[in-house]
Nanobody, 130 residues
Framework: QVQLVESGGGLVQAGGSLRLSCVAS????????MGWFRQAPGKERESVAT???????????DYADSVKGRFTISRDNAKNTVYLQMTSLKPEDTAVYYC????????????????????WGQGTQVTVSS
């Protein structure tokens, strides 16, 4: 069982930045596949970014087309934490953002749209005003 706790959401103007954090429980965090999803009102939940282990201390990051070049996913294994740095935010980025994880360390260079995680955080609201 993995517990995920997100923080860092809030209200920001268009063009601004926010950083989301997610702390995960567990002793083998470095091998977890981690990522972020979001769900806007009236829309389906969509994958935003994933970061997966591909060997030794190397990780692979993948992004939804809608956020490429604006969002960056990263992780600090010493802190059991994954981050989502969001820049150049747009009103259409408004959503509840969910941290997600699974224990499979063999995803390789996985596309974020192909991921079905096993564990979810409670979500954090991001609102971008125009």
């Amino acid at each position: 069982q993995v517990q995920l706790v997100e923080s860092g959401g809030g209200l920001v103007q268009a063009g601004g930045s926010l950083r989301l954090s997610c702390v995960a429980s567990g002793r083998t965090f470095s091998s977890y596949s981690m990522g972020w999803f979001r769900q806007a009102p009236g829309k389906e939940r969509e994958s935003v970014a994933t970061i997966t282990w591909i060997g030794r201390s190397t990780y692979y990051a993948d992004y939804a087309d809608s956020v490429k070049g604006r969002f960056t996913i990263s992780r600090d294994n010493a802190k059991n934490t994954v981050y989502l740095q969001m820049t150049s935010l747009k009103p259409e980025d408004t959503a509840v953002y969910y941290c997600a994880a699974d224990l499979d360390s063999h995803h390789g260079r996985m596309r974020t749209t192909d991921w079905s995680p096993d564990y979810w955080g409670q979500g954090t609201q991001v609102t971008v005003s125009s």
